[in-house]
């Protein structure tokens, strides 16, 4: 039996998306490259099911969730079908913003609130704090990084996980404006220039981009006030950036 399409979901099977959503009539919509960046979002979530598990039990039943740089609202989606009982999805562009409203109108999510924003304009006293927080392929495409970790700080109640691009990490002692005061590096950036690609839904919306090394988020997150953080593994079979620690997923808790 072929269940009708509505309107908006047939809006959605119109277009090319990032991600691959499954429509209440059972259609799924068509993604970048015939599907060749599906494998990085399905690695992505796998990670996340894993960690979320293991803090929160097999259900989100009784907890909220706050999604900044949801993009068009994928992992907002899959939050609800762990069972979240709200969850908000922020992001700075017009377009995924209107992305995201689609996809809600269209799988009926009522339980999904979706706001505009730039990371480092968040409310976060209107907003108040959530049990989860996702950042996920965010920092990379930041010339604050540290800011935008304090702001997931500032959010969670219990826990944040954070995706990103990494760079290779820098150790050693440095002399601190004399050889007399030497200090050790806890970590380094690398520079990204995408300031030519700004105009790129998937880009920097400055151009200037900070990447962490491993050590350098993590050191990061535990000055910013995580408790503690701990490196997501990443499955055997698993997109390759992430099996080899080229991106990697990090959770802070609070608790």
């Known amino acids: 039996m072929t269940i009708p399409m509505s309107a908006d979901e047939q809006r959605l099977l119109d277009k090319t ?47 909220d969730a706050i999604d900044i740089a949801c993009h068009q609202g994928w992992f907002s989606t899959k939050l609800l079908e762990m069972g979240a009982d709200r969850v908000v999805a922020v992001d700075t562009r017009d377009e995924h913003v209107a992305d995201t409203r689609l996809v809600r109108d269209a799988l009926g999510l009522s339980k999904l609130d979706v706001r505009q924003s730039d990371v ?52 050693g002692m440095v002399d601190y404006g004399s050889y007399r005061f030497v200090r050790p590096l806890k970590g380094s950036f690398g520079i990204i220039d995408e300031t030519d690609d700004t105009h790129g839904p998937e880009a920097s919306t400055t151009g200037i981009c900070l990447v962490p090394s491993l050590e350098a988020l993590f050191w990061i997150m535990r000055k910013v006030g995580f408790s503690r953080v701990e490196l997501v593994p990443p499955p055997a079979d ?10 990697v997923m990090v959770a802070g808790y609070v608790d």
């Open 17 to 63: 998306w990032f991600y691959r959503f499954r429509l209440p009539s059972g259609r799924v919509t068509a993604t970048y490259d015939d599907g060749a960046l599906d494998a990085i979002h399905d690695t992505r979530l796998a990670m996340l099911r894993d960690v979320v598990s293991r803090r929160f039990g097999e259900s989100l039943a009784g907890h």
């Open 120 to 171: 480092h304009a968040l409310d976060r006293a209107g907003l108040g704090q959530f049990d989860l927080v996702l950042m996920l392929g965010l920092i990379y495409h930041l010339e604050n990084p540290i800011g935008a970790l304090r702001q997931a700080r500032a959010l969670t109640r219990h826990m944040c996980v954070v995706e990103t691009q990494v760079v290779p990490g820098m150790s």
């Open 238 to 247: 698993g997109y390759e950036q992430l099996v080899h620690g080229k991106r």
